[in-house]
């Protein structure tokens, strides 16, 4: 596996621990030439010291705002030319609505949630798209609460599985430009948004108790599965969401 040549675009690092700078760190070292983007001016300040001496260009993308995330294309596009790969790891909700039962939710809030989380990578892939002019992967990061009630992700949960439908939708609209769609769906590890989740410690020893290898899985371990699946290697797969999480989907 070797994405040696290849041109991408991640989007959502908000620090050392941040799955898409896993992503995009692996990325550099089996390499690619990579973009990636935080959230606003105060996040550069804990992402540049990790962008700056890997030598991967940055760029401030709020998706709620119009227009970023076309200038954040552009700006990818004018530094690398082309996108072979993107990188889709943001999710977000109100704090009001992600602690609250699911059927207390505000719509606004639920409506933001899916804005930010899930049809983000909807804009995102048609923008990017007429760049892909090679083919390429698209990937997203999902989790096992789309498919299952789990205890405290609350309105996370129908968000990611109306992420997980839009992979589907997606890879078959983009087939015939040869563009491949993912879903990585990783267990739980310590990351920003994972904070904001009420029990999260408890969620993670649940998760270990359940998983077949009996631990949590690591940044690079998730960022190795994304990164495949941006490879040529994975060339023949494409509408899937694709499990790291120790085994843990796989136990009832």
Request: contains cysteine; charged residues 15%; negative net charge.
């Amino acid at each position: 596996m070797s994405l040696a040549g290849k041109k991408g675009l991640i989007v959502g690092v908000a620090n050392e621990h941040s799955i898409a700078w896993g992503c995009a760190e692996l990325a550099k070292l089996q390499g690619a030439d990579v973009v990636v983007s935080c959230l606003n001016e105060k996040a550069t300040r804990f992402v540049a010291p990790l962008t700056e001496p890997a030598g991967i260009a940055l760029k401030p993308c709020n998706v709620e705002q119009p227009g970023e995330l076309q200038a954040l294309v552009d700006f990818a596009v004018e530094k690398l030319g082309r996108l072979d790969f993107i990188v889709h790891s943001i999710a977000w909700a109100p704090l009001e609505d992600l602690h609250g039962r699911v059927i207390d939710s505000s719509s606004t809030g639920f409506a933001r949630a899916m804005e930010v989380s899930c049809h983000s990578l909807a804009e995102l892939a048609k923008l990017c798209a007429p760049h892909m002019t090679q083919g390429g992967a698209i990937v997203t990061m999902t989790y096992l609460g789309a498919d299952e009630a789990v205890p405290h992700y609350g309105l996370m949960g129908p968000v990611k599985a109306a992420l997980e439908s839009l992979v589907r939708y997606m890879a078959v609209e983009l087939g015939p430009q040869r563009i491949r769609v993912h879903a990585v769906s990783p267990g739980p590890i310590h990351t920003r948004a994972a904070s904001g989740i009420a029990g999260f410690d408890e969620l993670v020893d649940a998760s270990v108790a359940k998983a077949p290898l009996g631990r949590l899985v690591t940044l690079d371990e998730i960022a190795q599965l994304a990164n495949f699946l941006c490879s040529d290697a994975a060339s023949g797969m494409t509408g899937q969401t694709i499990y790291v999480d120790g085994g843990c989907h796989a136990v009832a």
